[in-house]
């Protein structure tokens, strides 16, 4: 596609509910990002996918988050048995180079978890 | 580890001014990049402007430039001729040479003041 996108863009869950995030990045980015954005504070980093490598997950918070991709394309974050504090923005990002090339974000998911 | 620090977290500018964003950075590295993201009421993060720290020369791209002070660690980005769409959260970005993460500052809310 022409961009980044994310569904759904907006998501109320109740707490203890698991939820699934998703992000379609741009056609042959083989990179895909995805970051968190809490309220009045900066991107933090959560996972890294590029190509078939096993992704980087250092950046996830606990055992509750998880993300896949299937087929190098589409990509899904998970967060199961929601807390509050997990609520924010949740970004996704792609891109076709390695080394110091900026991103392309998508929109974001704003979860909210009552 | 890096970090990344936007020491103001509001500024304002009259229409067809001049306005400069801090920013400041701890490394221990020698090869990075720097990077200055725009983010409107949309969320989607908008890459302003990217800036390699081997080279000396500040990159510009239109009415934004930037002053790169290596030793300093210091990255801030100045914004000419400020329009009513510069209005923006505006983050400032780090990122090693062969890493694939970012590090954010928690950003500088900016307003243009008509």
């Known amino acids: 596609g022409a961009g980044v996108s994310q569904s759904p863009s907006n998501k109320v869950t109740e707490k203890g509910k698991d939820v699934e995030l998703r992000c379609d990045p741009i056609?042959?980015?083989?990179?895909l990002y995805w970051y968190r954005q809490s309220l009045g504070q900066g991107l933090e980093f959560l996972i890294y996918?590029?190509?078939?490598?096993?992704?980087?997950k250092s950046g996830l918070p606990s055992d509750r988050f998880s993300a896949e991709r299937t087929g190098g394309s589409v990509s899904t974050l998970t967060i199961q048995r929601t807390q509050q504090e997990d609520s924010a923005v949740y970004l996704c990002?792609?891109?076709?180079?390695?080394?110091?090339?900026?991103?392309?974000f998508g929109s974001g998911t704003r979860l909210t978890v009552v | 580890a890096q970090t990344v620090t936007q020491s103001q977290p509001e500024m304002s500018v009259q229409e067809a001014e001049t306005v400069t964003l801090s920013c400041t950075y701890d490394?221990?590295?020698?090869?990075?990049?720097l990077f200055w993201y725009k983010q409107p009421p949309s969320r989607q993060m908008i890459l302003v402007i990217r800036?390699?720290?081997?080279?000396?020369q500040n990159a510009t791209e239109n009415r934004f430039s930037v002053n790169f002070q290596k030793a300093a660690k210091s990255f801030s980005l100045k914004i000419s001729d400020s329009q009513l769409g510069d209005a923006a959260m505006y983050f400032c970005?780090?990122?090693?040479?062969?890493?694939?993460?970012?590090?954010f500052g928690t950003g500088t809310r900016l307003t243009i003041i008509p």
């Open positions: 490394t221990s590295e020698s090869d990075y990049y």
């Open positions: 800036q390699e720290a081997y080279k000396q």
């Open positions: 990002a792609s891109s076709a180079y390695t080394g110091g090339y900026g991103y392309t």
């Open positions: 996918f590029q190509g078939n490598s096993a992704p980087d």
């Open positions: 056609s042959g980015h083989t990179a």
């Open positions: 970005a780090y990122r090693n040479f062969g890493n694939e993460k970012l590090t």
